[in-house]
């Protein structure tokens, strides 16, 4: 099963626009890490956030972690085309498990 | 240079043939996995190996064997394919087995007809 299911399914936005996208698993963990997919190719990954952590940015991304509420959020600001992909948040620390992803169609 | 590399990318092969995919990495990792993703873009771990040691292995039919040869290298032999395991396969690798930022490959979509 997966242990982590990201919201909403699919998400078309224009240019310039932030993007933000929700994540929420079942049991207690030690890190949650988010990835993109572009069409095509393999997932990269883009933030790791340890249990401890509430926020945390990388460039135009920024995550929150709610342990309390078992959930995390990943936004996108400033949106561009290329930032059209399907993101994933997973967890786990021996193995990963994904959620069914968040689309993400920017619109130019 | 390609950190992961997967051949072959495609894969279109008849019912009940055996076909290997092929995975290195040139990150010095010691842990490699494999994923299956299927159509709805459910990602699912098959195998990690870490070492060369199996560390992982999921519910995954025996006709899926994986094979470590050396650190830098995990290969997936597939018996008997059949229409189901028509997929996108993905390898990994990560430093350590244990809450480690992974590395995808591109991929190998296997089509079974």
């Known amino acids: 099963s997966q242990q982590g299911e990201e919201d909403p399914q699919a998400l078309s936005i224009q240019e310039g626009e932030n993007a933000t996208m929700n994540c929420s698993y079942k049991t207690s963990i030690n890190n949650l890490q988010w990835y993109r997919q572009n069409s095509g190719r393999g997932l990269v990954h883009l933030i790791l956030i340890r249990s401890n952590e509430r926020e945390k940015h990388s460039g135009r991304l920024r995550v929150t972690l709610d342990t309390s509420k078992k959930s995390s959020s990943l936004l996108i600001t400033a949106s561009r085309a290329a930032d059209t992909a399907s993101y994933f948040c997973?967890?786990?620390?021996?193995?990963?498990?994904f959620g069914a992803g968040t689309t993400v169609t920017v619109r130019a | 240079d390609t950190a992961v590399s997967q051949t072959p990318k495609y894969l279109v092969t008849q019912m009940g043939n055996d076909k290997s995919i092929k995975c290195e990495q040139n990150l010095g990792h010691d842990t490699m996995y494999w994923y299956k993703q299927d159509s709805k873009k459910f990602l699912k771990i098959m195998f990690s190996?870490?070492?060369?040691?199996?560390?992982i292995n999921e519910t995954v039919p025996n006709r899926f064997s994986p094979k470590s040869p050396d650190k830098a290298h995990l290969n997936l032999h597939i018996n008997s394919l059949e229409l189901g395991d028509s997929a996108v396969y993905f390898c990994?690798?990560?430093?350590?087995?244990?809450?480690?930022?992974?590395?995808f490959g591109p991929g190998t979509r296997l089509t079974v007809l």
């Open positions: 190996y870490n070492n060369k040691e199996l560390i």
């Open positions: 990994a690798s990560s430093q350590v087995p244990t809450g480690d930022t992974q590395y």
């Open positions: 997973a967890t786990g620390d021996y193995k990963l498990s």
